[in-house]
């Protein structure tokens, strides 16, 4: 019977352990509160595009932001309620009065609630607004290329634009107008910037511009140094070096692997790194066979090289 009930004591603290261990390591944030810094809280404008920023808590893994029209106690509309890791979030808004509110959270705890209000007021004068640009991002791996962009209340159509490595450089897109906020677009690979500007009948914005990594071709297949083809030792350390190159975004990272037949299926280890170089440490004498496939920044993937074999003796 004693031991019956040790064991179930044993599973019960071991329970206690494993469903406590987040709340263990995460910082507790329940007493604290957001510091909002911009807008500040009553500003009445007629600039519609936002940016709301506020101090970051010690602790906090990410920030809930949640904008409504026309307050919290009696919500007309729900704006936005969104998941932010940063201290900041830019977003365009219409003609109304506003709350908005941010809260730090992590894993296991939440921080009160930090309130601001707003008023927009509407203006047929776009000269100092802002088109919020939503995609794509800064790199992208496709040559169709979707830009996305808030709409500007009060703005009857948008001018896009598109120019190869400077702005009013080259176009790769000559200004384009639409009557909507999307336009699909077929670009080489290259850097760019694109920017948008929107304008009705008695005014219009200055563009809001974004820089553009346009990348569909995979990186170099790597090439290995070191240790070499056939090489023999018997040091049990071994210093790994390859080249490996991606001419557009740049090299992500590399993955090594090294296996322990020639075949290339029995996998003894796998390093992930962005220098080139790894440092693997083996207990066996064996001989081994080593491998470096690349991953640029768009996501594209090289060809594995050829495999290397060395010996530990």
């Known amino acids: 019977m004693r031991r019956l009930t040790i064991r179930i004591t044993s599973v ?148 896009l634009v598109v120019y190869k490595d400077l702005w009013q450089g080259s176009p790769a897109l000559n200004p384009t107008v639409v009557d909507t906020t999307f336009l699909t677009s077929t670009l080489t690979d290259g850097n760019y910037l694109w920017g948008v500007k929107a304008q009705n009948s008695t005014s219009e914005t200055l563009y809001s511009q974004k820089s553009l990594i346009v990348d569909s071709t995979p990186p170099t297949q790597p090439v290995l140094s070191a240790p070499s083809n056939g090489s023999v030792g018997t040091s049990k350390t071994i210093s790994f070096t390859w080249n490996s190159s991606d001419l557009t975004s740049g090299i992500s990272q590399d993955t090594l692997k090294v296996f322990s037949d020639i075949n290339l299926s029995t996998l003894v280890k796998s390093v992930a790194t962005a220098s080139k170089s790894a440092q693997i440490t083996f207990t066996n004498p064996a001989v081994y066979y080593w491998t470096v496939r690349s991953v640029d920044k768009a996501g594209n993937v090289s060809l594995t090289s050829n495999a290397f074999g060395f010996t530990i003796n």
């Open 12 to 159: 019960f603290w071991m329970l206690v352990i494993l469903t406590g261990c987040n709340a263990f390591f995460e910082a507790n944030i329940t007493n604290q509160s957001v510091t909002l810094l911009a807008p500040t809280s009553g500003v009445k404008t007629e600039y519609a595009a936002q940016t709301f920023l506020w101090e970051q808590i010690d602790g906090a893994s990410d920030y809930r932001l949640q904008i409504v029209s026309p307050s919290f106690d009696s919500i007309r509309v729900m704006v936005l309620d969104t998941i932010i890791s940063t201290d900041k979030f830019s977003y365009v808004l219409f003609p109304s009065v506003f709350e908005w509110r941010v809260r730090a959270q992590n894993s296991v705890y939440q921080s009160s609630w930090a309130l601001g209000k707003l008023q927009i007021y509407s203006t047929t004068d776009l000269t100092g607004q802002k088109v919020n640009l939503l995609s794509p991002g800064t790199i992208t791996n496709s040559n169709t290329v979707n830009f996305q962009w808030d709409i500007l209340y009060n703005a009857n159509h948008y001018t």
